[in-house]
């Protein structure tokens, strides 16, 4: 007993009661809304003749259905414009701290979020949107939840939930040069699969997670999702508190010093209970990209898209291929690419657009590829044009764009053909989720940026070292 | 939100794996403010070709299929929180899905919307599929109360579970925030006497 694994510590902290049937009234320290999931939150509130409970532990924003050019000018597609207009007139009405479009705080959700110091240790922390998770780097934890409960939060702070069950991931080691944290979670995932954390919670944790960067750590557990897990998370440590240091919302002075005494007590105790836990050797990961349509059906660029699966996932694998256009057992390399697309809750920060004006720089795009650059948030657009990052890109005949989820849904105006293959530094690859019938290959953004160059799929171990 | 006892209706198959919400109903669908009205997009690039035309080899177009029961594969549900996706199939006549997987979200907002997320054994899903399939007019009945799934063309009740608070929600037609808000003084109590660190 006395035994809690860095989850525990957190949830404990936050239960208001427990029902007889198990289930929690568990509090919630933050919540994030946008336009997508929260209009029907704030109507359900208003039938029912509820206000918002603590609308100082709400902060909102408009990513999803923004364009990503011209956002000075009025939203041209009337559905989007309504949409986005009808948050603005929600958080007046009821006093919510809005970074709408043209405020310098704006941005995808899970990347405003860290990057003000919203995000903290410690917190619970919930979205309308399943990447989340994203925030667990942190030691928060941070999961999706649907338009009903933002609901529920908005009138409550507080959600009724059963306690989920934990799995620890743990990797040692040094990831090999051209291995980024995008890498490691792709190989995770392809070994677990779509379903293989559904039910769990997520520790990552080990020397390979350790020396991950704060940019890193988010692109892992923003991905837990895709292998079903409720979220992700990882125990602060002094990585975590550099980075929070002196953001716009972390604390300050003696209540910085309080907050860190307490954050250093977030992490699993020494023989703290997992139910399921996974062991794997960073050295194994090697560069990787899906081939097919669900972020599990991923595989080390240079091996071959499998001969088959097992018997009860046989059509989906069937289905999947023809629709990617692969043939079992062939390879990837050498296949030609018509887009790439860097940006998304997964890989848009100034780290993610640094590497790639990196390996751009002085080279030139393949003249039949698009190739765009979708900054996280405002923040990261300034900064990268402050480190003349913007005209690396243009020389190289990348478009950098301004702030929003872009491609990585489909819903607004960036949007992949049909029968297109956009090399995605995003996060989910289902058929037509960047545009109808639009083909996704999920990499890491070096392996795009190296697409985008060479016009197609590439080896690109050939330039580490 | 409506309530759920018990329900005997035909069935529609569906034997694909991992459908993702992506499918159910593609992004480019949520735009609109209110809950009504996503049925008509439901399953929209299975159900439509990209000309606008209902694509024949989809089960939704297959007038043989009928009912208020979906039979899906494996990980239903899976990939974005959109509540959406409960919504449409609602919308469009949908009181049941039966899969051997939920994923996490899809079945709380399922449950949240008067949906019941009814999961069974990888072997009990593929025998259905496979008796659906043979037989359209295959009933299934579906009684909460009893928490079982009662196929009588197999003269066979299959138990399912369900949460007991769930199971309360469904049968009466109340959801979490009836609940939630009677629970201010506790929550209350909660903030006050916790040690706040931010
Ligand atoms: S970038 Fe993509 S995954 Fe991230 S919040 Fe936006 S739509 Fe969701």
Redesign the interface.
Known sequence: MGKKTLFDKVWD?HV??T?P?G?E?F?I?KHLIHE??S??AF??LEN?G?SL?RRNQIVATAD??VPTKDQHLPIQEP??R??VD?LTENCEKHGVQLYGLGHPYQGIVHVIGPELGIT?P??TIVC???H?STHGAFGAIAF??????V??VM??????L?R?KRMRITVEGDLRPGVTAKDLILYIIASLG??GA??YFVEYAGSAIRSLSMEGRMTVCNMSIEM?A?GGMIAPDETTFSYLEGRPFA?QGEEWE??VA?WQTLYSDEGAQFEVEYHFKAASVTPMITYGT?PGMGISLNATVPQKVKA??Q??FE?SLQYMGFAPGESLIGKPVDYVFIGSCTNSRIEDLRLVANYVQGKKKASHVEAIVVPGSKQVEEQAKAEGLDKILAEAGFELREPGCSAC???NEDKIP?GAYCVSTSN?N????QG??SRTLLASPLVAAVSAVEGKITDITQYLS | MEKFNVLQSTAVPLPIENIDTDQIIPARFLKATSREGFGENLFRDWRYDSSGQPNTQFVLNDPRFQGQVLVAGKNFGCGSSREHAAWALFDAGFKVVISSYFADIFRGNALNNGLLPLQVEDSVLERLLKQIEEDPGTELIIDLPAEQLYVPAWEQRIPFEIESYKKECLLNGYDDIDYLVSQKEAIEAFEKNRVWVY
């Open positions: 902290a208001v009661r029902l049937g289930q009234v509090y320290d997508v999931t209009p029907q109507e359900e029912r509820l409970y999803h259905n559905l989007s309504f949409q009808r903290q410690g917190m309308g949107d399943s989340t999706g939840i649907g338009t009903s409960q609901a529920q009138a409550s702070q507080c959600l009724l059963s989920p779509t379903g559904t039910g079903g409720r604390p309080k907050a307490y669900n009860s996932e059509a989906s289905k849904l489909a819903m049909a989910r289902f058929e037509g989720r109808p019938g």
